[in-house]
C-alpha cells in the first residue's frame, strides 16, 4: 500500500481557523502599541513647549503673556511639526497652551489627537511635568 502526502481538507481548515483567530486577537494589540508610538512624538513636543513656557515665564516675570505664540516662544515656523503631530501657531495645530500664573508657575499643554490615533482623545501637561489622558 502506497502511502499519500499531504493535508487533508479538515487539517487545512483547522489551520486556517487558527490563523484567523491569532490576527483578529493580535489587530487591537497592534492597534494600541500603534497609538501609543504616536503619541510618544506628541508627549516629546508637548515637553518643548513646556520648556519654553517655563523660560517665558521667568524672562517676563509679572509681565508674561498669558497665550503666548510660537514666536514669542522662540520657535520658527515647523520647528514642532512632526510625522504625526503638526506644531503650527497656538489654535491651528495639535497643540494649545494657557498661563495661569507666574508665581507660582501654572500652565496648560494640551494637545488632541491627531486623524489617525483612536486612543486617547487628548493628553494635557500641567507645569509639575505630569500627564493626564483624556479617553
Aim: glycine residues 10%; charged residues 15%.
Amino acid at each position: 500500500m502506497e502511502s499519500k502526502k499531504g493535508l487533508t481538507l479538515i487539517e487545512l481548515m483547522v489551520v486556517i481557523i487558527i490563523i484567523c483567530i491569532l490576527t483578529a486577537v493580535a489587530i487591537p494589540i497592534m492597534q494600541g502599541r500603534i497609538d501609543s508610538a504616536k503619541w510618544s512624538e506628541g508627549r516629546t513636543v508637548m515637553g518643548i513647549i513646556a520648556r519654553s513656557l517655563r523660560s517665558h515665564i521667568v524672562e517676563k516675570g509679572k509681565n508674561f503673556t498669558p497665550v503666548p505664540t510660537l514666536a514669542q516662544l522662540g520657535f520658527e515656523p515647523g520647528d514642532l511639526d512632526g510625522t504625526y503631530f503638526s506644531g503650527g501657531e497656538s489654535g491651528t495645530n495639535d497643540f494649545s497652551w494657557v498661563i495661569n500664573s507666574n508665581d507660582p508657575i501654572d500652565f496648560l499643554v494640551t494637545t488632541t489627537a491627531p486623524a489617525g490615533v483612536n486612543s486617547p482623545s487628548q493628553i494635557t501637561l500641567n507645569h509639575a511635568g505630569n500627564f493626564t489622558e483624556t479617553q
